[in-house]
């Protein structure tokens, strides 16, 4: 059977291949590059018509009998002593390249060729490298993925002369992974819409109420949503990590220290011993006061917290330290929630002045309520209010001058919030006023599968102060 003729188009177009050295209508000669490359992917078990398409060649126009020439041609060179260097015998009738090339002429163009072959592998080596070495690999969710986009992208460019082959075995890849990510571009963009759309739900929950969450916030708020949207936490990461979606790090202030709290005689025992959940709802209360940076001078803040569902249950701001902004949250306590406490609730605080001081501890005993006192200088012992005012001051945004009221209506703004959508890994993924509501009435707010079951209550409040009533009686029996 005769070779197949080539239309003066395909010359044309096989003559801007860089590894065509020479094409006519009748036949074609390719340079000792072509021969290397053809060489290796034989080598590596490919199928001649794979090497020619991967060459830039197609195998259809080409035809079944010249393809076995090539092969033919190449593997004899390949195995001979002068390997691709040896020059092939001229065929009767073939003379000097058409349009009148010389050999000096096809040597210089093949010598053109070759360098700009090196040219564009030297620039696809630095793009690599930059992808592994540079910004771009510290941003790249997948090696593999940004390589075999590079690849994609270094053959689409009109110019290339580099090979599949070439570029995958210079970028540390297989060839058939290059194809298998080439095929499924269809599936990734599928997977890339299904990304952002459960992006946005994430992205809706992070910025609900203005408060930016982490992974464990943003799975919490998800399932309050109406249906509840349950997403698994790795997926909630992933996607963060996908889209630069990061949460504020609380960081350690390197100014706080702890304060030597004023002598007194006024101090009560510790009846805690650092026991915040194991009485139950309205049993311990922790109050404390925290100083928020207002211009040059500061704000103070008074809070009083139920231990066991971390409910912010009254509070008071003040400009100035005078305890009376403490007896202020004191008395909301006692009016807003006084019908709800018992015989045995105990107020916890630290050494400070304040909560010495006679005013209090005569309002405290007045409304029946047990003075409990961290040891001195001891923050531990009111670890639940300390991390209250920690993440509030993170979250809560005073920038600019503003005034005490606008000061006062952001921290209400967040007190509403906290008690009612800052949902808490801990408390059952609740908010504090539902995990109130679930301990209360044993109902589980949320339609999910698996609900979990009420709290158990692990101390009754007889037991409050035991250890201290042990310590004193110690005491008092090595005295005696």
């Not at 040219?119 to 771009?136: P, S, T």
């Not at 915040?276 to 925290?290: A, M, N, Q």
């Amino acid at each position: 059977m005769a070779r197949k003729m080539f239309t003066q188009e395909r010359v044309r177009a096989m003559a801007e291949n860089p590894y065509t050295l020479h094409v006519s209508t009748t036949q074609i000669t390719f340079t000792n590059v072509f021969k290397e490359e053809f060489w290796r992917g034989y080598q590596e078990g490919d199928r001649p018509r794979t090497i020619m398409y991967d060459l830039g060649y197609d195998p259809e126009v080409l035809g079944r009998n010249r393809l076995s020439g090539i092969q033919n041609v190449v593997c004899k060179q390949a195995v001979s002593a002068k390997g691709f260097h040896e020059r092939p015998q001229r065929r009767r009738g073939e003379g000097a390249a058409e349009g009148g090339d010389t050999t000096t002429q096809a040597q210089l163009r093949q010598v053109q060729h070759r360098l700009k072959y090196l040219e564009q592998e030297v620039e696809f080596l630095k793009n690599i490298l930059c992808q592994r070495y540079g910004q771009a690999r510290a941003a790249a969710m997948n090696e593999a993925f940004t390589i075999f986009s590079l690849i994609h992208k270094t053959l689409a460019d009109s110019k290339n002369e580099l090979s599949v082959s070439m570029m995958c075995q210079t970028a540390g890849v297989s060839r058939s992974g290059y194809y298998a990510w080439l095929k499924a571009a269809s599936a990734r963009q599928t997977r890339e819409a299904w990304d952002r759309a459960d992006f946005e739900l994430v992205l809706e929950a992070y910025n609900r109420r203005g408060y930016s969450k982490g992974a464990q916030g943003i799975y919490m708020c998800l399932i309050h949503n109406t249906p509840p949207v349950v997403m698994n936490l790795k997926k909630i990461r992933r996607l963060m990590k996908k889209y630069g979606l990061h949460c504020p790090i609380r960081r350690a202030n390197p100014y706080r220290k702890m304060k030597n709290a004023m002598k007194t005689n006024n101090y009560a025992p510790n009846l805690l011993d650092r026991e915040f959940e194991s009485y139950g709802p309205r049993l311990v209360l922790l109050t404390d006061i925290t100083y928020i940076p207002w211009g040059e001078s500061f704000l103070y803040l008074c809070v009083i917290m139920d231990a066991y569902t971390k409910l912010v249950l009254s509070y008071a701001l003040s400009p100035s330290l005078e305890v009376d902004f403490v007896l202020d949250a004191v008395d909301i306590l006692i009016r807003e929630h006084g019908v709800s406490f018992h015989a045995e609730t105990v107020i916890h605080s630290d050494q400070g002045c304040h909560y010495t001081s006679c005013k209090f501890i005569e309002l405290v005993e007045h409304n029946e309520l047990r003075r409990s006192m961290s040891r001195k200088g001891n923050c531990w012992d009111n670890a639940p209010q300390e991390s209250f005012f920690g993440h509030m001051k993170d979250l809560i945004d005073l920038t600019g001058d503003p005034s005490f009221d606008e000061v006062k209506a952001v921290i209400d703004d967040y007190m509403s919030y906290y008690n009612n959508e800052r949902y808490q890994w801990d408390l059952a993924k609740l908010s504090p006023n539902e995990y109130f509501s679930f301990v209360t009435t044993g109902v589980y707010p949320l339609d999910l599968p698996g609900k979990p079951s009420p709290p158990a209550i692990l101390k009754v409040p007889d037991e409050h102060g035991a250890h201290a009533l042990e310590r004193k009686t110690v005491s008092d029996s090595l005295i005696g």
